[in-house]
């Protein structure tokens, strides 16, 4: 009987540490290089063994089991529990359908369709206080849109209880996220200046979603939010849901975590792209022109927004801010015919799919026209995963982006500044660090010539929701 075959291993292991160094100075030169060596290829996080799918179809496969493949344990998600508990992002697979129940009905397509006007007056909130000239920090720009959106619509008493102080402990909870993962677990425990910051940032946050949801039981009145929906699960349907107090704490805070660090992202480097690529910017503005007549975005606009919906697909695909991603195997198995062992680490990265030549053609290039006609229901497009644990907040994420970049492009352009080139940051997602732009205001430079609207489509990349 033939042998199984032996899996490819990266080159440049060093002891004890494995792959951490590469990972950690350039983790994205480090992904790009894994698909050379194989379609699963072995590296080393420190002494622990573990498996990149580097292909496409084994991806769909791993993501598709997420009975066999899970997310109980693993260097990912022990980290990301610390922030945010067990709630459905990071749950185990026999909690995960219970969960996924309870809080499914807040991200329905006609609920979403109903949260727009309060995306658009977030967007707004935000927006309205730039100033033609000012300097941005955009990534801190986009997160405050990001985030009032998912307090207004989702978490109703969360935006009173946001301060400065919030945003910070956010920061800080994600710059130094990446170390946790990577670096021994006896390393978290240490009282080094980090893991206190650390720390005191991830209690913070926690007593303050705490008191939000404190308030909230005290409160007689009827709220219309997943918080009262998460609370009521709990009430009354404890011995199914299971959720207590603590959950639900961590569901809404896992859940802002996601949707801020997501959004924020995609936003970000939206704006970066547009303002490198001044064809694609004039095409948007003429878009966006056409298709508002100078009235806010509403739903009703964004299917028609074409261009719009490729752009924003094509820095999906290029900077996808869920970079990379954990599951466990929870039982011995086999992958294309390599035996997997129980215990075993696997990551799949929608970044080193999306960059791969053999599925993209110039994959570097920013070319929101590849996207033409294109509904990209393929496993080679996959910045919301697949499978039974796809983004719950796909078509939420995509309704806010696609508002953001309408209200924004309808009334402003944003300018790079000198020096302000963003570089990609390992963080929980994949963010521009350093990028600086600059606000002037679009029509005061004269409007592009109007294109007409393009055919109707649905807010989605996919329309697999
Ligand atoms: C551009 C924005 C976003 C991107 C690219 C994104 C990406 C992803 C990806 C790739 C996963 C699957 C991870 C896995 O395979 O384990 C995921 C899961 C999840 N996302 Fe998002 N996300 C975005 C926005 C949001 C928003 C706005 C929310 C909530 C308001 C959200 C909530 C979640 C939750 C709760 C899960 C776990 C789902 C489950 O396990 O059943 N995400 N997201």
Redesign the pocket.
């Known amino acids: 009987m033939p042998s199984p075959p032996s899996m490819a291993r990266a080159p440049g292991a060093l002891p004890f540490f494995g792959h951490a160094f590469p990972f950690l100075r350039d983790p994205f030169a480090f992904l790009d290089s894994l698909p050379a060596h194989g379609d699963l290829v072995e590296i080393r996080i420190g002494p622990t063994r573990a498996v990149v799918v580097c292909d496409p179809e084994l991806t769909r496969l791993v993501?598709q089991d997420d009975r066999t493949f899970d997310?109980s344990a693993g260097m990912l998600y022990s980290a990301l529990r610390e922030i945010g508990g067990d709630?459905?992002?990071?749950?185990p697979h026999d909690q995960?359908r219970s969960?996924?129940r309870v809080?499914q009905p807040a991200?329905g397509r006609d609920r979403v369709v109903e949260y727009t006007s309060v995306m658009g007056r977030s967007v707004d909130g935000v927006v309205d206080s730039w100033k033609d000239g000012q300097r941005l920090d955009v990534l801190h720009e986009m997160s405050k849109i990001?985030a009032d959106a998912?307090a207004d619509t989702?978490l109703g008493g969360l935006r009173a209880a946001l301060t400065s102080r919030t945003a910070s402990d956010l920061t800080t909870l994600l710059e130094l996220f990446p170390r946790r993962v990577l670096l021994p677990t006896a390393w978290r425990r240490l009282p080094t200046v980090g893991n206190l910051r650390y720390g005191a940032a991830r209690s913070r946050i926690r007593r303050t979603f705490g008191a939000v949801m404190a308030e909230r039981r005290a409160d007689q009145r009827t709220h219309d939010d997943l918080l009262s929906m998460l609370i009521a699960s709990r009430d009354s349907e404890r011995s199914r849901s299971g959720l207590d107090d603590t959950d639900i704490c961590d569901e809404a805070v896992?859940?802002?975590f996601?949707?801020?660090e997501?959004?924020s992202?995609?936003l970000a480097w939206i704006f970066h792209l547009l303002a490198q690529h001044p064809s694609v910017e004039q095409c948007l503005h003429a878009e966006v022109d056409s298709v508002l007549s100078g009235a806010p975005p509403s739903i009703d606009h964004l299917v028609r927004l074409d261009v719009a919906r490729r752009v924003v697909m094509e820095a999906?695909r290029l900077y996808?801010?869920?970079w990379v991603?954990?599951?466990v195997a929870v039982a011995d198995t086999e992958l294309r015919g390599h035996s997997i062992a129980k215990g075993t680490n696997l990551f799949?990265s929608?970044y080193l799919i999306h960059r791969r030549t053999d599925l993209y053609d110039c994959p570097e290039r920013f070319d929101p026209d590849r996207w033409e006609g294109v509904r990209a229901s393929t496993p080679s497009f996959?910045?919301?995963?697949?499978?039974?644990?796809?983004?719950?907040?796909?078509q939420?994420?995509?309704t806010?982006?696609m508002l953001a970049v309408a209200a924004i492009a309808s009334r402003w352009r944003l300018e790079s500044l000198p020096g302000g080139q963003p570089r990609p940051r390992m963080g929980v997602?994949l963010q521009p660090a350093g990028l600086r732009m600059r606000v002037i205001t679009r029509r005061s430079a004269g409007l592009s010539p109007v294109k007409p609207p393009t055919p109707a489509r649905e807010v989605s990349t996919t329309g697999e929701n």
């Open positions: 993501l997310k709630g459905l992002v990071t749950c995960h969960r996924r809080i991200f990001a998912t989702l896992a859940l802002f996601a949707a801020v997501n959004a992202a995609t999906l996808p801010p869920t991603v954990g599951r799949y929608p996959i910045p919301f995963g697949i499978g039974p644990r796809r983004c719950i907040g796909e939420f994420a995509l806010l982006t997602a």
